[in-house]
C-alpha cells in the first residue's frame, strides 16, 4: 500500500512541476518574442538618434563657421572705417550688410539646431524605455528559469510581474506613451 502512496505522492509532485514549467515556458517565450521585437525597434531609434545628433553636430558646426566669417566680416570693416577713403562708403555698406545677413543665417542656423537637440531628447526618452524594457524582461526569464527549478509558485507570480512591467513599458515606447522614469534612467545611465 505504502508503495501505491508514493507513486500516487509522486504523480501528484510532477503533475505540480509539469504545470509551473508549462506556464514558466510560454511566459519565457511571450517574454523572449517580445524583447527581440523591442529590440528591432530600440535600434532603429538609436540609428534615429544617430541622425539627429549628425544633423544636430553638422548645424552647430556651420553656426560656427558663420560665426568666422561674420568676426572676419567684422574685422574687415573696422579696418575699412579706420582707413576711410573717399568712396569707401559703398565697401563699408557691403560688409555692413554680409554682417547683417550672417547674424539672421545664424539665427535660422541655431533654431535649426535646437530642433535637432529637441528631435534627440524626444527619441532618447523612448529609446530609454526600451532599455528599461529589455532590463526587466532580461530579468523576469532569469528568474523564471529559477522558478523552474524551484518550483516556487511565489516566485512564478513575481517574475510574471516583473515581465508584465518589462511588456507594458515596452507597449508605451512603442506607442510613444512616455512611461519614463527619470530615477531608473539615472540608475542606468
Known amino acids: 500500500m505504502s508503495d501505491i502512496n508514493e507513486t500516487i505522492q509522486e504523480t501528484i509532485e510532477h503533475a505540480g512541476e509539469s504545470k509551473i514549467n508549462s506556464r514558466v515556458a510560454l511566459i519565457v517565450a511571450i517574454t523572449a518574442t517580445f524583447m ?3 529590440n528591432v525597434k530600440d535600434g532603429n531609434i538609436v540609428q534615429a538618434m544617430s541622425q539627429a545628433q549628425a544633423h544636430n553636430i553638422d548645424a552647430w558646426s556651420y553656426f560656427n563657421t558663420k560665426s ?16 576711410a577713403t573717399p568712396g569707401s562708403e559703398e565697401i563699408i555698406k557691403k560688409y555692413e550688410e554680409r554682417i547683417a545677413r550672417y547674424d539672421k543665417e545664424k539665427a535660422e542656423i541655431k533654431a535649426q539646431a535646437e530642433a535637432y537637440q529637441k528631435e534627440y531628447d524626444d527619441i532618447n526618452l523612448f529609446d530609454d524605455q526600451f532599455d528599461m524594457t529589455e532590463a526587466l524582461l532580461t530579468i523576469s526569464i532569469a528568474m523564471l528559469g529559477i522558478t523552474s527549478l524551484t518550483q516556487n509558485k511565489k516566485l512564478l507570480y513575481f517574475s510574471s510581474i516583473v ?4 511588456v507594458v513599458l515596452g507597449l508605451a515606447a512603442f ?15
Open 175 to 189: 506607442l510613444k506613451i512616455s512611461l519614463h522614469s527619470d530615477l531608473v534612467s539615472k540608475i542606468l545611465g
Open 36 to 38: 527581440a521585437i523591442c
Open 163 to 166: 515581465s508584465l512591467i518589462g
Open 68 to 83: 568666422t566669417k561674420q568676426l572676419i566680416a567684422e574685422n574687415t570693416l573696422e579696418l575699412l572705417k579706420l582707413q
